[in-house]
């Protein structure tokens, strides 16, 4: 997702109106925006069978509420992807342990 240009990760997900983009760059506000649309966004599947929960930014500032929002809209952190993974094991496994310890929690 154009790798390290977080500016125009986010002018991408703007324009494409895709909650997995949002997500993953963090923009909370487009996220919160995303959602009071359609709900049901926050249980939409990838390709590889992950939710909007798989893609949470490595960002704590914005991850957090991010987590928070997807939740609210009923997003199950209980899914596995294709290679049955929860969010939790794949954001533990991509250092992110502090989000991941949230998300085990519930």
């Known amino acids: 997702l ?8 986010r002018l991408h997900a703007e324009r494409g109106r895709c909650i997995f983009d949002a ?5 909370v506000q487009l996220v919160a925006e995303l959602l009071r649309e359609k709900p049901e966004r926050a249980r939409e599947l990838n390709p590889s069978g992950g ?3 798989h893609e949470l930014p490595e960002d704590l500032v914005s991850a957090e509420p991010i987590l928070s929002l ?17 969010a939790a094991v794949l954001l533990e496994e991509r250092g992110r ?10």
Not at 23 to 27: Q, S
Not at 97 to 106: F, G, P
């Open 2 to 9: 154009h790798g390290k240009n977080l500016p125009m990760a």
């Open 70 to 86: 997807l939740l609210e809209h009923g997003a199950d952190p209980t899914v596995r992807d294709t290679s049955g993974k929860t």
């Open 23 to 27: 997500v993953a760059t963090g923009h």
């Open 51 to 53: 939710t909007p929960l």
């Open 97 to 106: 342990d502090s989000i991941a310890d949230s998300l085990d929690s519930l």
